[in-house]
């Protein structure tokens, strides 16, 4: 597939391997390969084809004569499972080397198949042909052993022999070779991905490669990849050309460079591509940039007539949920009434009631956004739909599988916040204990971020209502060391940590020799912009945990430390 991949695009970019060679060169290696394989086969296919035209081979004419009339004819006897049949040996050593040639050359070196996740390695569907053949051949053998009648054993030896090459060359012929020839169409005749089968596969394939770049790391080469494939798309016509004349506002581009007469020529296939191949692009580039393909993306999904035909429109819903965290995070501007924030929950929550998982997950986000605006009536009662829609078992690796972060659990700590806003802190506690039990136990631990921005509504509960030593127990045993070195969250663990050791309710004896290196630590600590507004937009700063952190210190005195710094 990965050959098939680079040759359909024919694009000197995509480098695959260590030694910095072309998908055309390795392309090239491989269909020699094929073709190896292939004319092993043959062989084995014309001596089965002989044997059957000449019957020599397969039986012997014995002589018969009768006792009653003293005639004598000739009958053929069969000899095909004589010992020391050669033309049986010879069947099944030509049928098995293929078999085995195929096997060995498909074992690829560990940096090769590093390179190439998943895709290179042949050898299950090379298994899965072995294993048809000799499921056929257990179904044959008895048939052999068991008939009386040499047209029969004949037919079974056959089927028996044959089914290991056949097999193979169904696989090699027709999944591979021919699979081969057709990717060799250009990537400017899939412009118009509509009517063809094979044009719906080249931009899809151009996903399934795009995603693969990202998994190990190559985002300058995705990003490329996903640019010449939705230049690829632009351009198109509306299937009825006549309603397209003298249209000027068939040219208004809509976004990501797709005219509305682009978006009539698209079917829901192109569609869905399109939206998977702009989300992509959102993941591999800075915040400014996401925000821009996303609002792409969603427009594209508003004005295109496709969009009504999906199957699943759940395409749409990672989208809104990163606009929403974009906009939280202070990278796409609105109003103080925060109106574009309000239009997208609600759209995205009236969409998302196709699925339960998805639906949840919008009702979180109309739940946050409402307690982030400080309207807490609106958010409980958003929360209590989304608390019995949401199945703690069960959604929570859907939602990260779709969404990366299982916000949901996130807002079963933000609702702690909200609790201990409007004065129930009992109940605050309440909650805080509830997620304690029962929320975190079952949330995926590889997620960093999601895991953090949960104990940050929790620490902030706990200690603001004087139970720091649960908090420091808390902190301690489900926050792993690990996240120190994390890309987004790594720079808020050791400040945490400190602030819960040297705050006046901390249970901790505070070593005082540490407080230079503390200190520094403190004066070094300079979130970002993003990361900050996102923490905030929860209910606490990481600059005023900062504050806070020099704030105990400030009756303190330590002579070896120049505190004019």
Not at 437 to 466: A, C, H
Not at 471 to 500: R, S
């Amino acid at each position: 597939r990965a050959w098939r991949i680079s040759a359909l695009f024919n694009n000197p970019l995509m480098k695959i391997g260590r030694n910095g060679s072309t998908s055309s060169e390795i392309g090239r290696v491989e269909k020699a390969r094929q073709f190896a394989i292939a004319i092993m086969t043959i062989p084995s296919l014309l001596l089965q084809i002989v044997i059957v035209a000449l019957s020599s081979s397969r039986s012997s004419i014995q002589l018969v004569t009768t006792g009653v009339y003293g005639l004598t004819f000739g009958v053929h006897e069969c000899k095909n499972m004589a010992a020391g049949s050669w033309d049986l040996y010879a069947s099944i050593v030509l049928a098995c080397f293929p078999m085995a040639v195929g096997y060995l050359i498909n074992i690829r070196p560990k940096s090769e198949l590093d390179d190439l996740p998943d895709i290179v390695d042949e050898r299950k569907s090379l298994e899965s042909s072995f294993a048809t053949s000799i499921c056929l051949f257990v179904v044959t053998s008895p048939i052999i052993s068991m008939s009386m009648s040499p047209n029969v054993k004949v037919y079974a030896t056959l089927a028996a022999t044959l089914v290991l090459p056949l097999s193979l060359c169904h696989y090699i012929g027709l999944e591979k070779v021919l699979g081969s020839m057709r990717s060799r169409m250009p990537l400017q005749k899939i412009r118009n991905p509509i009517n063809t089968l094979d044009n719906k596969n080249s931009p899809l394939a151009s996903v399934r490669m795009a995603e693969m770049y990202m998994n190990i790391g190559r985002k300058e080469e995705s990003i490329q990849l996903i640019d010449e494939t939705l230049n690829s798309l632009r351009g198109g016509t509306s299937n009825n050309v006549i309603s397209n004349i003298g249209q000027k506002e068939g040219k208004e581009e809509i976004g990501a460079g797709f005219t509305r007469n682009d978006l009539k020529s698209f079917d829901h296939y192109t569609l869905d591509v399109v939206i998977d191949l702009l989300k992509l692009k959102a993941q591999a580039v800075d915040p400014k940039s996401s925000a821009v393909v996303n609002i792409d993306a969603l427009r594209i999904f508003e004005n295109c007539p496709a969009a009504s035909k999906l199957k699943d429109v759940s395409i749409i819903f990672p989208v809104y949920n990163w606009v929403g965290l974009l906009i939280k995070g202070g990278t796409i501007e609105q109003d103080d009434m925060c109106s574009l924030e309000v239009d997208l929950a609600k759209r995205y929550c009236y969409e998302a009631q196709v699925q339960a998982y998805h639906y949840a997950r919008a009702l979180g986000s109309l739940a946050e956004m409402c307690g982030r605006t400080g309207r807490y009536s609106e958010a409980f009662e958003y929360f209590d739909i989304m608390e019995k829609v949401y199945m703690k078992e069960v959604h929570p690796k859907m939602l990260t599988k779709a969404y990366k972060v299982d916000r949901c659990a996130l807002v079963f700590a933000m609702v702690a916040l909200w609790e201990m806003k409007v004065g129930r802190k009992d109940k605050a506690i309440e909650r805080v204990n509830f997620v304690i039990e029962n929320i975190i136990p079952n949330y995926d631990k590889k997620d960093f971020i999601g895991l953090y921005s949960m104990m940050m509504s929790i620490v902030r509960v706990l200690k603001w209502t004087g139970h720091v030593d649960q908090a420091i127990d808390v902190y301690t045993k489900f926050v792993p060391p690990e996240t120190e070195h994390h890309f987004a969250v790594g720079e808020f663990y050791k400040p945490m940590l400190l602030l819960l050791k040297i705050c006046d309710d901390s249970p901790v004896q505070y070593n005082k020799k540490d407080m230079v290196a503390d200190i520094e630590l403190a004066l070094e600590f300079d979130p970002g912009e993003m990361g900050d507004n996102m923490f905030t937009s929860d209910g606490w700063s990481m600059k005023s945990m900062a504050a806070e952190i020099y704030h105990q210190w400030q009756n303190t005195r330590n002579e070896s430390f120049d505190y004019n710094r």
